[in-house]
Nanobody, 119 residues
């Protein structure tokens, strides 16, 4: 089983920046896709950004040009760099990783980290 722990959330003023981290741990495993999702109060969870094992990246239109997703396969880490943050970016951000562990496909989620953008 692959466990994920997110960190880096917090309170930031509009226009500020945060860097979220997602640490994966477990027995021998590979990471194929890493995604960052978010859920604001009263809203459905939405995909913010994704990166596959080839480095291909995709972003929600609402964050293009402001957010950047990256990964460090050796460290089993995923990152989300968030710049020019807006109040509408306020949400709980979740890391989701899919890959192979022990020959089986896994799909793991972290517990989430709160991001609040407010003056």
């Amino acid at each position: 089983q692959v466990q994920l722990v997110e960190s880096g959330g917090g309170l930031v003023q509009p226009g500020g920046s945060l860097r979220l981290s997602c640490a994966a741990s477990g027995s021998t495993f590979s990471m194929y896709a890493i995604e960052w999702n978010r859920q604001a109060p009263g809203k459905q969870r939405e995909l913010v950004a994704s990166i596959n094992n080839s480095g291909r990246k995709n972003y929600a239109d609402s964050v293009k040009g402001r957010f950047s997703i990256s990964r460090d396969n050796a460290k089993k880490m995923g990152y989300l760099e968030m710049n020019n943050l807006k109040p509408e970016d306020t949400a709980v951000y979740y890391c989701n990783v899919r890959g192979l562990s022990g020959g089986r496909w896994y799909d793991s989620w972290g517990q989430g980290t709160q991001v609040t953008v407010s003056s």
